[in-house]
């Protein structure tokens, strides 16, 4: 019996949601990721192999903890379904040997997004394999024009740094960290230097409509509230990859 080959991402997608959320939840504690056990927050208890099912677990017990009863949240049905989401719309664009490094990309791209909104934070451990990552994707698939895609890592990056500069120096205070840099530069190996506008553009335009959206909520908007402005070029990254630059006339 043959399976068809986009099955795979979508069914492994729940669990690589459950790890993006065990990420996100232990950013601050990075050892934890790797060495911690997933425990209630309000109990502390140690949560068994039943209790840890992707979207089934949360579902059968009705978003609570089977030892204390205190609400479990959103959180991780939400990201597990995210992941979803994104392997359903990797195979619904790409195919071949794209899909799984699509997938990949997209999985990255949403825990980045996700902790950069929620700590303001890009982890340079997510970040950072994502340039060799590109690099490689790109050189196994075309790599006649791996030096485009290593021109906008590295343009990517110095674009980033040099606008880091400018706002400080206008400001008189930080505006945007490396990590940024570092994600842009990410962005550069996959969609090489010729998608960074299309990238830059498309960020900007959703950082501006979330900007208005949280204006109306707040009922108004400072110049100094903070904006995780890498949650939107992971966005951008992501729509430029799948679909490539921006077109006009």
Request: charged share 10%; with cysteine; aromatic share 12%.
């Amino acid at each position: 019996m043959n399976i068809p080959y986009w099955i795979w991402p979508i069914a492994v997608s729940p669990f690589i949601g459950s790890f993006l959320g065990a990420i996100v939840k232990r950013i601050e504690q990075p050892h934890s990721i790797v060495l911690g056990r997933s425990s209630c927050e309000s109990c502390h208890a140690t949560l068994g192999p039943l209790d840890l099912v992707p979207i089934v677990s949360w579902l059968a017990l009705r978003g609570r903890c089977r030892r204390c009863g205190a609400t479990i949240g959103l959180f991780y049905p939400l990201i597990e379904l995210a992941a979803v989401f994104i392997a359903i719309w990797v195979v619904s664009v790409m195919d071949g040997e794209l899909v799984w490094a699509s997938c990949i990309l997209g999985w990255t791209l949403l825990a980045l997004a996700v902790i950069d909104w929620k700590h303001f934070l890009l982890p340079d451990f997510l970040t950072l394999p994502l340039i060799p990552f590109g690099l490689f994707v790109i050189w196994l698939s075309e790599p006649s024009v791996l030096p485009h895609y290593l021109a906008g890592a590295v343009a990517g990056f110095v674009l980033m740094v040099l606008l880091r500069a400018l706002y400080r120096r206008l400001r008189g205070r930080e505006g945007m960290g490396l990590g940024d840099a570092k994600l842009l530069a990410a962005a550069g190996a996959f969609v090489a230097w010729e998608g960074l506008p299309s990238v830059i553009l498309i960020s900007s335009f959703a950082a501006l409509v979330a900007a208005l959206i949280q204006s109306v909520r707040k009922g108004g908007l400072s110049l100094t509230d903070p904006m995780p402005f890498g949650t939107f070029l992971c966005f951008g990254t992501w729509i430029v990859w799948l679909y490539g630059p921006l077109t006009f006339g």
